[in-house]
């Protein structure tokens, strides 16, 4: 064998690099395979929380803000638990952000309510004195995009099996469902339904009037979004 | 002694001349400057005749031993025992990588993790040796940093809520605050029976469910701090029987209205809450010490 190789230089690279590869595959594809898998409590997106995402990456959110605890007890003590590879298995793409112009979001959810963000988002600095983030009063009357929303929820579930309509485990020992509906009209129906539940905490009388009317607002997708981050 | 061992004697003698011309003078009575002097010498003497040996070697050894199969173009290659060195080299990486593999990797490899949690297992140690006994002031300073991080987001630096987007904590209740709560009951702070709503609200006075006017007069009673008569029967009649008759509350029964206590700020902490303004989350991140101190800061807030 060794001296067949020996003569055949180009199978001898690949013998070589199998034999280096192997201890990187044997220390990396296990852990990374392990890693991967969606942390128990992970949910997909539902159809108002993802146009909300939509509104969060067209609005380059992560421009500024990060969705990336990383192990410090600083920013633990600040954001709460360190992020696991395993919590971002239905983020298309990541939003990890490489930039802190503004605090990070990965777990905005557990800390901040919808009726703060409806105040932050028409006027950050009369919420947080010193604030630079502009206001994003456009959210308030542009409309969301449900329909792509609804067009990615089936593509992964499709493409990616992503686990819609399945018990999901939760971390107290529950079972969850995230719900696709069958067509666009039913995915509508349901946003619409999330939606009235979040304008209800809101104070904004031309939002709640467009939610009244079968319309859902960016701003309400967004902090369906801003919600569901935990 | 031929030519080249003559030579290996004289450069040796030159490094080390040059050695002490260098540092000599810096030698004083520093044993481990000696140390390292003997340990120059060595090195220069062992490095010169090792490499004489080797000169002397490819001068004077002829090819010979056995050649292997193999030949490229005419050019063969003799076939050579592997030098002892080599192999107990060899052997001995073969059970280090088995240690490595077995143990070595999985049970000592450095982890981020790993030191992040020693990082706040430390971090803690201290803290709560630093924070073991702490006075009153020390309390309150402690949860006034904390609310800044925490609380000012929503309740403003100040404390008043910013314009009522948040629940103003320099005073206790506010009269919407009160009127909310009354016709709609409360029931998130974990006590074990939540407050009713208005229709189960009597009056013991006069033994109806509490009226639109009595609701007015006992809001702008418990707002105003509970001074005055304008109210206060229908407080005596309705509010009294769980929250007391100072409005200081009952242990399981009912918190105070009358003032915020330590108590109290931990049970929002603990549960969150949502009224006339809005929602507050939960916050069960923070250590037991930090609740205590924001439970102090807020009671004096509105003192």
């Given at each position: 064998?060794?001296?067949?190789?020996?003569?055949?230089?180009?199978?001898?690279?690949?013998?070589?690099?199998?034999?280096?590869?192997?201890?990187?595959?044997?220390?990396?594809?296990?852990?990374?395979?392990q890693?991967?898998q969606?942390?128990?409590?992970?949910?997909?997106?539902?159809?108002?929380?993802?146009?909300?995402?939509?509104?969060?990456?067209?609005?380059?959110?992560?421009?500024?803000?990060?969705?990336?605890?990383?192990?410090?007890?600083?920013?633990?003590?600040?954001?709460?638990?360190?992020?696991?590879?395993?919590?971002?298995?239905?983020?298309?793409?990541?939003?990890?952000?490489?930039?802190?112009?503004?605090?990070?979001?990965?777990?905005?959810?557990?800390?901040?309510?919808?009726?703060?963000?409806?105040?932050?988002?028409?006027?950050?600095?009369?919420?947080?004195?010193?604030?630079?983030?502009?206001?994003?009063?456009?959210?308030?009357?542009?409309?969301?995009?449900?329909?792509?929303?609804?067009a990615?929820?089936?593509?992964?579930?499709?493409?990616?099996?992503?686990?819609?309509?399945?018990?999901?485990?939760m971390?107290?020992g529950?079972?969850?469902?995230?719900?696709?509906?069958?067509?666009l009209?039913?995915?509508?129906?349901?946003?619409?339904?999330?939606?009235?539940?979040?304008?209800?905490?809101?104070?904004?009388?031309?939002?709640?009037?467009?939610?009244?009317?079968?319309?859902?607002?960016?701003?309400?997708a967004?902090?369906?979004?801003?919600?569901?981050?935990? | 002694?031929?030519?080249?061992?003559?030579?290996?004697?004289?450069?040796?003698?030159?490094?080390?001349?040059?050695?002490?011309?260098i540092?000599?003078?810096?030698?004083?009575?520093?044993?481990?400057?000696?140390?390292?002097?003997?340990?120059?010498?060595?090195?220069?003497?062992?490095?010169?005749?090792?490499?004489?040996?080797?000169?002397?070697?490819?001068?004077?050894?002829?090819?010979?031993?056995?050649?292997?199969?193999?030949?490229?173009?005419?050019?063969?290659?003799y076939?050579?025992?592997?030098?002892f060195?080599?192999?107990?080299?060899?052997?001995?990486?073969?059970?280090?990588?088995?240690?490595?593999?077995?143990?070595?990797?999985?049970?000592?490899?450095?982890?981020?993790?790993?030191?992040?949690?020693?990082?706040?297992?430390?971090?803690?140690?201290?803290?709560?040796?630093?924070?073991?006994?702490?006075?009153?002031?020390?309390?309150?300073?402690?949860g006034?940093?904390i609310?800044?991080?925490?609380?000012?987001?929503?309740?403003?630096?100040?404390?008043?809520?910013?314009?009522?987007?948040?629940?103003?904590?320099t005073?206790?209740?506010?009269?919407?605050?009160?009127?909310?709560?009354?016709?709609?009951?409360?029931?998130?702070?974990?006590?074990?029976?939540?407050?009713?709503?208005?229709?189960?609200?009597?009056?013991?006075?006069?033994n109806?469910?509490?009226t639109?006017?009595?609701?007015?007069?006992?809001?702008?009673?418990?707002?105003?701090?509970?001074?005055?008569?304008?109210?206060?029967?229908?407080?005596?009649?309705?509010?009294?029987?769980?929250?007391?008759?100072?409005?200081?509350?009952?242990?399981?029964?009912?918190?105070?209205?009358?003032?915020?206590?330590?108590?109290?700020?931990?049970?929002?902490?603990?549960?969150?809450?949502?009224?006339?303004?809005?929602?507050?989350?939960?916050?069960?991140?923070?250590?037991?010490?930090?609740?205590?101190?924001?439970?102090?800061?807020?009671?004096?807030?509105?003192?």
């Amino acid at each position: 064998m060794f001296h067949w190789l020996e003569k055949h230089p180009f199978f001898f690279a690949v013998a070589v690099f199998v034999v280096i590869s192997f201890a990187g595959l044997i220390e990396i594809l296990p852990n990374f395979a392990q890693a991967s898998q969606p942390v128990v409590g992970t949910k997909p997106y539902s159809t108002l929380e993802l146009a909300g995402r939509h509104v969060y990456i067209k609005n380059s959110c992560n421009a500024c803000h990060s969705q990336l605890v990383r192990p410090f007890k600083s920013e633990t003590d600040r954001y709460g638990h360190y992020s696991l590879s395993g919590e971002y298995a239905y983020d298309r793409p990541f939003l990890w952000g490489s930039k802190r112009t503004g605090p990070d979001l990965m777990r905005v959810g557990n800390y901040r309510t919808t009726d703060w963000h409806e105040n932050h988002m028409k006027d950050p600095a009369a919420v947080v004195p010193g604030s630079i983030m502009p206001a994003y009063r456009w959210l308030f009357k542009n409309t969301a995009d449900i329909d792509t929303a609804y067009a990615e929820q089936v593509t992964v579930n499709k493409v990616f099996a992503v686990p819609y309509n399945a018990e999901i485990p939760m971390a107290d020992g529950s079972k969850s469902t995230v719900k696709l509906a069958a067509t666009l009209e039913e995915a509508h129906a349901d946003a619409l339904e999330e939606a009235k539940a979040i304008a209800a905490d809101m104070k904004d009388q031309d939002v709640k009037d467009a939610v009244a009317a079968g319309q859902i607002p960016e701003i309400v997708a967004l902090i369906a979004y801003m919600n569901s981050l935990k | 002694m031929n030519k080249l061992m003559v030579f290996g004697v004289v450069f040796v003698a030159a490094l080390l001349g040059l050695t002490w011309v260098i540092a000599g003078g810096q030698m004083g009575d520093d044993i481990v400057n000696k140390l390292a002097m003997l340990g120059a010498v060595a090195t220069a003497t062992i490095a010169i005749f090792v490499a004489l040996k080797y000169i002397r070697q490819m001068q004077t050894d002829k090819a010979s031993g056995k050649l292997a199969d193999e030949n490229w173009d005419g050019i063969g290659e003799y076939k050579n025992e592997l030098p002892f060195g080599w192999a107990v080299i060899f052997l001995g990486l073969n059970i280090w990588a088995i240690w490595y593999f077995l143990a070595g990797y999985p049970v000592n490899a450095y982890s981020q993790i790993g030191e992040y949690n020693e990082d706040v297992a430390a971090h803690d140690a201290k803290f709560e040796a630093q924070h073991a006994n702490m006075d009153e002031e020390t309390l309150k300073e402690m949860g006034g940093s904390i609310f800044i991080v925490q609380c000012a987001p929503c309740h403003g630096l100040q404390a008043d809520g910013i314009d009522g987007k948040a629940a103003n904590l320099t005073v206790r209740l506010e009269e919407k605050t009160i009127k909310h709560v009354i016709n709609n009951g409360q029931g998130m702070l974990g006590y074990p029976a939540p407050m009713p709503d208005r229709n189960g609200l009597m009056n013991m006075n006069t033994n109806a469910l509490i009226t639109d006017a009595e609701i007015d007069a006992v809001a702008k009673y418990v707002a105003g701090g509970m001074k005055g008569t304008e109210g206060a029967d229908v407080f005596a009649g309705t509010c009294a029987a769980c929250h007391g008759p100072d409005g200081k509350g009952m242990e399981m029964v009912a918190p105070s209205i009358a003032d915020f206590n330590p108590t109290l700020v931990a049970d929002v902490l603990k549960h969150g809450k949502k009224g006339a303004i809005g929602a507050m989350p939960a916050f069960n991140n923070l250590t037991e010490v930090q609740v205590k101190a924001l439970g102090a800061y807020v009671t004096d807030l509105s003192k």
